[in-house]
């Protein structure tokens, strides 16, 4: 969100900011003022012009925009967004200030005959702008009160709550002396703000800062965290003070696994099949029962610490009271103000240990670390025949197709009716060497079993995983269940042109025990040709 002070160079650099950090949508008030044959665009973003406020809506976000219209007279923007999930929001660009007629300020403002009881019909709403009211509800160094009532108002018959860092956003010099003032905020309703990050950049050549806001769906009031699993905690359960629970997890597989017989030298190709569908999915629920689940979420931060999170709880506690009547608005956002606060004060002395511990090659480290990120969004992408894809499941099917080409008309692969003899040569030995040789931090495919995992399979159920791969080798085959991969697409450093699919390569990760497989026919390879 930014005012522009009807700048073009300040509405270019608020363009240009949010770009390269990825900002879906972009609220602007005082725009630069166009003229007749003079009109501003952007190639990353789609322009929603009003009267003297402006959206910019990113041309490849996955997300989906819809414009309300709200009956007033262009300085109030509605428009209601849809998640890929599901989920729908509303945002709304606001700049209250009264219009100029042949220079002189009329006395209404026209932000304030919007129909605000439609308007606030929804429960997750975030409204941003240039609110130019004063007030010490939202600005503790407030000068005199001035021109607040409609917010106030507007504020306690909504029950919305002001997001802000504290921060000045507008610089202004009168009589010889500056003034400070915090204006430009973001405020929602009570119960979303805590979803919200706010940071200032004052880096612009208006007068006017821009703020702005970050939502995270998945933490609510800080109660909540992700509950999708990323991996286990196999290390811990390995530990001495878990050594109880390890040894009844091993006795629970081997009872499980005592019960379904190993492959044999005449396994079937189906066999082998069910088997390794059988062990991705009954290990990896094994280990969700008695292993403690990764879940990757803001506590999974170096920097989070207990004071953080005691912090937390007493602010969940008093939103909760704030709905019952028993806490006011004040003292849930000088909790919140606390929180952010040592957020930033942990955050802070993490980096300088960091650098005060630093080697040689961690220096160059910390500063790969200070350089900008990139987009965190991909751009929308043009096929070869000129179709333009700019949702996230076009861009997908995009990348793909240029990354997996199809075979050629004509040509077939066929696999081969029987395994060689190789098999025969491949020990016991040969396997386990695979298997431990391979790194434990590699990242797993979609079956979330890293190579901690393999080698506590191995541990508990060796004779399975040989007997798994000899049949493999036997028959000449790769189970279905280890040629799902997941991708991971990143841009391939200083093209010309990232609107173009080969600008971008996948990085694909395989299931482990496939890659297992993958090393005894590499080394049995490279033996051989010895």
Not at 207 to 229: F, M, N, P, Q
Not at 344 to 354: I, L, N, P, V, Y
Not at 390 to 395: G, V
Request: aromatic fraction near 8%.
């Amino acid at each position: 969100m930014h005012n522009c002070g009807r700048g073009y160079d300040a509405t270019m650099i608020a363009l240009e900011k949010r770009i390269v950090w990825g900002a879906d949508v972009v609220m602007m008030q005082e725009q630069v003022v166009e003229k007749e044959g003079y009109n501003i665009s952007h190639p990353g973003y789609r322009l929603v012009r009003g009267g003297r406020t402006m959206t910019a809506i990113r041309r490849d976000t996955h997300l989906e925009f819809s414009e309300v219209d709200m009956g007033e007279d262009g300085d109030v923007q509605v428009f209601d967004i849809k998640y890929p999930s599901g989920r729908e929001m509303r945002v709304v660009n606001v700049y209250n200030q009264r219009k100029q007629v042949e220079g002189v300020r009329s006395q209404g403002r026209p932000a304030r005959t919007a129909r605000w009881s439609e308007i606030m019909g929804r429960n997750k709403i975030l409204l941003g702008g240039d609110w130019n009211a004063h007030s010490d509800r939202w600005d503790p160094e407030c000068p005199p009160k001035r021109d607040e009532v409609f917010l106030t108002n507007l504020m306690d018959e909504y029950d919305l709550m002001d997001v802000t860092d504290g921060e000045a956003t507008h610089t202004c010099t009168r009589n010889g002396e500056i003034s400070r003032s915090l204006i430009d905020f973001f405020i929602t309703k009570a119960g979303m703000a805590d979803n919200f990050e706010i940071a200032t950049d004052l880096a612009t050549t208006s007068d006017h800062a821009i703020v702005c806001a970050h939502l995270r769906w998945d933490e609510g009031e800080g109660v909540k965290v992700s509950r999708k699993v990323t991996g286990w905690d196999i290390d811990g359960l390995k530990s001495e003070e878990e050594k109880e629970n390890y040894e009844k997890a091993k006795r629970e597989w081997k009872d499980k696994s005592s019960k379904r017989p190993v492959l044999t030298k005449e396994s079937s190709e189906e066999e082998l099949q069910k088997e390794a569908e059988w062990i991705q999915w009954n290990f990896a629920n094994h280990l969700n029962r008695c292993c403690k689940n990764i879940k990757v979420c803001a506590r999974s931060k170096r920097w989070w610490n207990e004071e953080i999170a005691e912090k937390r709880r007493i602010l969940g506690s008093l939103n909760r009271a704030r709905r019952r009547g028993e806490a006011t608005q004040q003292q849930v956002k000088k909790q919140r103000s606390n929180t952010r606060r040592i957020i930033r004060q942990s955050k802070t002395k993490m980096w300088q240990d960091f650098l005060s511990s630093a080697t040689k090659d961690q220096v160059w480290q910390a500063l790969r670390y200070t350089k900008p990120g990139g987009q965190q969004t991909t751009k929308a992408l043009k096929s070869s025949d000129g179709v333009v894809a700019e949702s996230w499941d076009d861009k997908a099917e995009l990348i793909k197709e240029k990354a997996f080409p199809k075979p050629l008309k004509g040509v077939e692969r066929k696999a081969q009716d029987e395994g060689g003899g190789m098999w025969r040569k491949i020990t016991d030995e040969d396997i386990r060497l695979a298997l431990f040789d391979q790194s434990v931090k590699k990242a797993p495919g979609p079956d979330r079993l890293g190579f901690k995992a393999m080698r506590l399979l191995w541990e508990w159920d060796a004779p399975r995983i040989i007997a798994m791969v000899k049949v493999t080798f036997r028959l000449g085959i790769h189970p279905q269940v280890w040629k799902e991969a997941r991708g991971v697409v990143i841009p391939k450093p200083n093209k010309p042109d990232y609107g173009v699919a080969k600008a971008y390569r996948v990085i694909t990760l395989l299931n482990c025990l496939g890659k297992v497989v993958e090393k005894v026919a590499a080394n049995a390879i490279a033996e051989e040709c010895e």
